[in-house]
């Protein structure tokens, strides 16, 4: 049997490649499962300096199977709670990760897929992508930190509209209004994908770890104390090796080799 996700490191890039095109990437028990257990085997490999978020087929994730939804034989809540447990999870431990992030969105996107779509640091999209909220047409609400990612990328307001509205956002659209950050044609998004993903993995990876964590506490804490926690990370990445090598190659002209 297939598996429906895909997970290959080559090179410190994990890329977690959704595997499940006949069934529009579904998000599924076995989709859970897997995603969860690629998770895990990310998180654990030390090798591991960059991740690629990506989609075989047409689509990107469909969302929830709400074939299996439908199971009258078990409570809705139950069958809810099975599937969301593994997945939060994974999800809480991914974003616990140090290491940037991309995601290349390559078709149509919605419910908790759209979770997945957007958790990236860097969000790519194929110009056929569009994204639909949902979840309020069966009368269910936001997961896999959908709602936290929208409303964090193009505001509240939005962030309504997407999940009260349902409408379908084409990519140009998502692009305007922050939700991704480039859009490809459909051809040249796995290469552009591919190609960033590489770049972070063989960047400084103790200073982009710190870069992240910055822009995080910069949306929870004061100016005044930023400042101290820039301070700080800024003299612990200048005694580290990555920074004594990328001020030596930008004064030799040369490409930096770093750790």
């Not at 957007?118 to 999209?125: E, S």
């Not at 994908?193 to 400084?204: C, I, K, N, S």
């Not at 800024?234 to 004064?251: N, Q, V, W, Y």
Request: net charge negative; proline share 5%.
């Amino acid at each position: 049997m297939t598996s429906p996700l895909k997970l290959e490191i080559e090179q410190s890039l994990a890329i977690i490649t959704f595997n499940s095109p006949e069934r529009a990437n579904v998000l599924d028990m076995a989709m859970a499962r897997a995603f969860a257990a690629a998770v895990e085997r990310v998180a654990g490999d030390s090798s591991v300096r960059a991740v690629l978020i990506t989609a075989a087929g047409r689509h990107f994730c469909a969302g929830g199977d709400i074939n299996a939804f439908a199971d009258t034989s078990r409570p809705l809540p139950e069958i809810l709670q099975e599937l969301l447990d593994p997945v939060h999870d994974a999800m809480k431990a991914l974003m616990q990760l140090p290491w940037p992030i991309v995601c290349a969105i390559n078709g149509p996107v919605g419910g908790g897929g759209i979770g997945f779509a957007l958790c990236g640091d860097l969000v790519l999209a194929a110009e056929s992508m569009k994204l639909r909220g949902g979840y309020s047409a069966i009368g269910l609400t936001p997961d896999v930190g959908g709602s936290w990612f929208v409303t964090r990328r193009a505001g509240a307001a939005k962030a309504k509209e997407v999940f009260l509205t349902n409408r379908p956002f084409a990519a140009q659209e998502c692009l305007s209004i922050g939700l991704v950050d480039a859009v490809y044609p459909d051809a040249e998004l796995p290469q552009a994908a591919r190609q960033l993903a590489q770049q972070l993995a063989h960047g400084p990876a103790q200073a982009q770890a710190r870069i992240k964590a910055l822009i995080e506490a910069a949306q929870q804490q004061s100016l005044h104390v930023h400042f101290d926690l820039e301070r700080e990370h800024m003299l612990a990445s200048g005694a580290t090796a990555d920074g004594h090598e990328g001020i030596r190659a930008f004064i030799e002209k040369r490409a930096p080799k770093f750790q």
